[in-house]
């Protein structure tokens, strides 16, 4: 069978992989890119198939990265289902409505600045219907049961401990008398995460994808990460200044409010004003508080106690953009929780505006901030940003606390792939930076003596190449498609290469850019792979 690498390879978003068995074609995640112009780009991309003739998605969780592109599918003719836990339905209805309501402002803002400059319409990916829409394609499955998905195909999903309905997905193929079994990790969670249950622990399997997202570094223990939160707030107290903390609306707002929550019951911190300044992270917390059956022993015990796990006393929900300012009109020292986690967009914004430049106030990092977002250039300790055409200035605290992260560290992933005991399991890495990928990889091949490796974007294989070896001839021919001889894939390479130092020449003219190093690489790499083929030839 054969697989392409749509995203979330070299990159964390965008996570999308297209399988294909005999005529039969499905994807797993059908995420969204984020982070820069150019890596957009790819959300617009013509895909290698025709969305009507895909037969299923398989949907590892709600995150953006993951499903935000099923609108755009279904608009585009996808008939099929989408299968996925039921949480990560009712968490798709929120999320994905919301996305759509970004592209629309997103594009109205172009429109805006377009018609000024003469350009043409700009259209939205897709719009908050599109994305209502797209929800009766859904098609919840429990933990834990086999679904029979097509002839030959089947998948089972289990607790992937990364947020509420994350899954980690088996897929059981038949190819050639024999059957295999392909594993997606989707995003893996942390063992002591509050909340979710924590990821199911896979013995079988003969291919793995793995996620990589922080395998080049260890979190500190979730007890030490609670405690330096509570000095941050008792410090802020002390001065009457706010935290403010950008989160995910979901998941990592919820832990953060079950944190302090007990963290007040228990008079480790006084009573003080929480704001959840997000509707979407309100909404998300709702469908949390529907769905106690994915909590975890502990979070059922607080329950079954009598007490509600994500409730505080004093927790203000603000939902409408009035509540939201008033929020930094209140003298009193407070604790700020908005979105989007990575400040890219939303109402964090704005709090970080208000706060950046003052002394007082203390920034908490406690998600993943990706290669390009703003929340990346205050990890990396920018002097100043730009915030809605403003120079700001960053003097606040600036924390990172890795221990909040609902992503395995290094020691994590690789406690998890030692299960695995097939000696000749193939793992492709992905969802993570490249370097951080590339580290991963050589760990688990050098550990584990896996075979292991990075995929490129775009980049296609045949899995269970054994199996194919004996089929017929023709059929193992196959793999280059008739419509595309040697000389057509050659006369393209020329093409390709003449409108790269076409562009490299032009942006040598622009002066500096930041991307200019990762390009150098890649063409240092390209260049390795043509020599290694010349060599092969000879
Ligand atoms: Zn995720
Ligand atoms: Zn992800």
Request: glycine share 8%; with cysteine.
């Amino acid at each position: 069978m054969r697989v392409e690498f749509l995203g979330g390879v070299r990159t964390v978003t965008g996570s999308a992989t297209l399988l294909e068995k005999d005529s039969l074609k499905w994807l797993v995640d059908c995420g969204m890119f984020q982070g820069g112009k150019e890596l957009e780009k790819r959300n617009w991309k013509i895909q290698p198939y025709q969305a009507k003739d895909l037969l299923f998605i398989l949907l590892t969780h709600a995150h953006i990265d993951h499903s935000g592109l099923i609108p755009k599918l279904v608009k585009e003719g996808f008939r099929g289902k989408v299968i996925c836990t039921k949480a990560t339905r009712d968490l798709c209805e929120v999320m994905l409505q919301d996305s759509g309501r970004i592209q629309e402002t997103e594009a109205e803002w172009q429109n805006r600045k377009g018609k000024r400059a003469g350009k043409g319409e700009a259209v939205p990916l897709y719009t908050a219907k599109d994305a209502e829409e797209s929800l009766r394609t859904f098609q919840p499955v429990s933990y834990g049961e086999i679904v029979q998905l097509a002839e030959g195909v089947k998948a089972r999903f289990q607790d992937a401990g990364h947020i509420l309905g994350s899954a980690i997905i088996e897929i059981w193929v038949q190819e050639g008398g024999e059957e295999k079994k392909i594993v997606f990790s989707g995003d893996l969670g942390n063992f002591d995460q509050p909340i979710v249950r924590d990821p199911s622990i896979l013995e079988e399997g003969d291919v793995l994808w793995l996620e990589s997202t922080y395998g080049d570094r260890l979190h500190k223990s979730r007890e030490e990460t609670v405690q330096e939160l509570l000095k941050i707030v008792q410090e802020a107290i002390s001065h009457r200044a706010k935290v403010v903390i950008p989160a995910f609306a979901v998941e990592r707002t919820q832990d953060i409010i079950y944190t302090l929550g007990q963290s007040i019951r228990s008079g480790a911190l006084p009573p003080i004003p929480v704001y959840i300044d997000s509707p979407l992270a309100i909404s998300a917390t709702e469908i949390f508080k529907k769905n106690p059956d994915c909590f975890d022993r502990e979070t059922q015990k607080i329950l079954s106690g009598g007490e509600n796990p994500l409730e505080i006393p004093g927790i203000l929900y603000t939902r409408t953009t009035e509540e939201s300012k008033a929020i930094n009109e209140d003298p009193r020292p407070g604790i700020i929780v908005s979105a989007s986690g990575m400040c890219d967009s939303g109402r964090i914004r704005h709090h970080l505006k208000h706060h950046l430049w003052r002394e007082e106030s203390h920034i908490v990092i406690i998600g993943y901030q990706a290669e390009g977002t703003l929340g990346r250039r205050i990890v990396d300790g920018a002097k100043t940003v730009r915030l809605f055409g403003e120079e700001i200035a960053v003097k606040a605290h600036i924390h990172t606390l890795g221990g909040f992260s609902a992503h395995a560290d290094q020691k994590g992933l690789l406690d998890w792939v030692s299960h695995l005991r097939n000696p000749r399991l193939e793992v492709f890495i992905n969802h993570g930076e490249e370097k951080i990928s590339m580290g991963l990889s050589q760990l688990v091949s050098e550990r584990f003596h896996f075979k292991t490796s990075v995929p490129q974007w775009r980049e296609k294989r045949v899995l269970f190449r054994e199996v194919e070896k004996e089929m017929p001839e023709e059929e193992v021919k196959e793999e280059f498609p008739p419509e595309e001889p040697l000389s057509v894939l050659l006369n393209r390479l020329d093409r390709t290469y003449k409108r790269l130092r076409r562009k490299l020449k032009r942006e040598k003219k622009k002066g500096e850019d930041a991307d200019r190093p990762r390009w150098w690489r890649q063409l240092g790499e390209v260049h390795q792979k043509l020599e290694e083929l010349e060599k092969e030839m000879e």
